[in-house]
């Protein structure tokens, strides 16, 4: 059982940055792991995706401003969010699958098993 807890967001004018966090405890060392959002009335999707190595994959929209990455002590999962739009605004999820080592984690939502809460970021112009 993998279970996770996000936060670090808020409201930030454009142009900000923002860091968000998720503290991970259960089989975290054997997940790919990912960051997703979901803006109101839109369908949640992936944002970036950090493999059992290490391993980054990202959505083309925040492709050079976001940056995935994770710590084994503490277990914790990060995205650093810079040159922020009010695009961005959204709820953020944290999300993990147990995954074998050399696989590619996705963005697809139906691939991760465990969820976090979630974490509002809003942006202002």
């Known amino acids: 059982q993998v279970q996770l807890v996000e936060s670090g967001g808020g409201s930030v004018q454009a142009g900000g940055s923002l860091r968000l966090s998720c503290a991970a405890s259960?089989?975290?060392?054997?997940?790919?792991m990912a960051w997703f959002r979901q803006a109101p009335g839109k369908e949640r999707e992936g944002v970036a995706t950090?493999?059992?190595?290490?391993?980054?994959t990202y959505t083309d929209s925040v492709k050079g401003r976001f940056t995935i990455s994770k710590t084994a002590v503490p277990d914790m999962l990060y995205l650093q969010m810079n040159s922020l739009k009010p695009e961005v605004t959204a709820m953020y999820y944290c999300?993990?699958?147990?995954?074998?080592?050399?696989?590619?984690?996705?963005?697809?939502?139906?691939?991760?098993?465990?969820w976090g809460q979630g974490t509002q970021v809003t942006v202002s112009s």
């Open positions: 999300a993990a699958v147990v995954c074998s080592r050399g696989s590619s984690p996705g963005l697809g939502r139906s691939e991760y098993t465990y």
């Open positions: 259960g089989w975290t060392y054997s997940s790919c």
């Open positions: 950090i493999a059992r190595d290490g391993k980054t």
